[in-house]
T-cell receptor, first 115, second 112 residues
Framework: EPEVTQTPSHQVTQMGQEVILRCVPISNHLYFYWYRQILGQKVEFLVSFYNNEISEKSEIFDDQFSVERPDGSNFTLKIRSTKLEDSAMYFC?????????????FGPGTRLTVL | ELKVEQNPLFLSMQEGKNYTIYCNYSTTSDRLYWYRQDPGKSLESLFVLLSNGAVKQEGRLMASLDTKARLSTLHITAAVHDLSATYFCAVDKRGGADGLTFGKGTHLIIQP
């Protein structure tokens, strides 16, 4: 069964460093998403991406964040200068983009630890 | 701002019992999603509810949606230990392929 994959599974970085989190969405899906979950808290939407551009972003997704689809398969989230409060689990998701059904399929997540 | 509230946030119950988790949301939406998360794992899609009155069942779990009341329920029948997990409901605001707004989750522990 097709699934969303993410790498790395765990990333440790120093405050102020740049990190890139990688995702491979399900191959025939059209919409891609990033969410984060701070330990023990709810899942928070960051950004959605469609047709090579951002379609929606939340207040969390400020200038420190960017997304890219550099080729036909990868979808990346970059954090330019990490802060301690960026420590969280980051989930990538994708959906087929059907208008009547926005079921999103989540990857296994990347745990980001900022020291 | 769309708000999604779940209750209870924590539930400990014994095997064999029935219980219901409630999910209220603050804006008009016809689409509600239930996800399951095991500790340290990703989110697994359980149910997609697309219209008022929708009811879906899978094993011991049944989900329903009342869009007029802006309420969804997840009912657990004759709970078993394997259902221990955190359950999230989520709503999308406008239709299309928006980002989902999640509730805080219900941490469910089922004791043998």
């Amino acid at each position: 069964e097709p699934e969303v994959t993410q790498t790395p599974s765990h990333q440790v970085t120093q405050m102020g460093q740049e990190v890139i989190l990688r995702c491979v969405p399900i191959s025939n899906h059209l919409y891609f998403y990033w969410y984060r979950q701070i330990l023990g808290q709810k899942v928070e939407f960051l950004v959605s991406f469609y047709n090579n551009e951002i379609s929606e972003k939340s207040e969390i997704f400020d200038d420190q964040f960017s997304v890219e689809r550099p080729d036909g398969s990868n979808f990346t989230l970059k954090i330019r200068s990490t802060k301690l409060e960026d420590s969280a689990m980051y989930f990538c998701a994708s959906s087929p983009g059907l208008a009547v059904r926005n079921e999103q399929f989540f990857g296994p997540g990347t745990r980001l630890t900022v020291l | 701002e769309l708000k999604v509230e779940q209750n209870p946030l924590f539930l400990s119950m014994q095997e064999g019992k029935n219980y219901t988790i409630y999910c209220n949301y603050s804006t008009t939406s016809d689409r509600l999603y239930w996800y399951r998360q095991d500790p340290g794992k990703s989110l697994e899609s359980l149910f997609v509810l697309l219209s008022n009155g929708a009811v879906k069942q899978e094993g011991r779990l049944m989900a329903s949606l009342d869009t007029k009341a802006r309420l969804s329920t997840l009912h657990i029948t004759a709970a078993v230990h394997d259902l221990s997990a955190t359950y999230f409901c989520a709503v999308d605001k406008r239709g299309g392929a928006d980002g989902l707004t999640f509730g805080k989750g219900t941490h469910l522990i089922i004791q043998p």
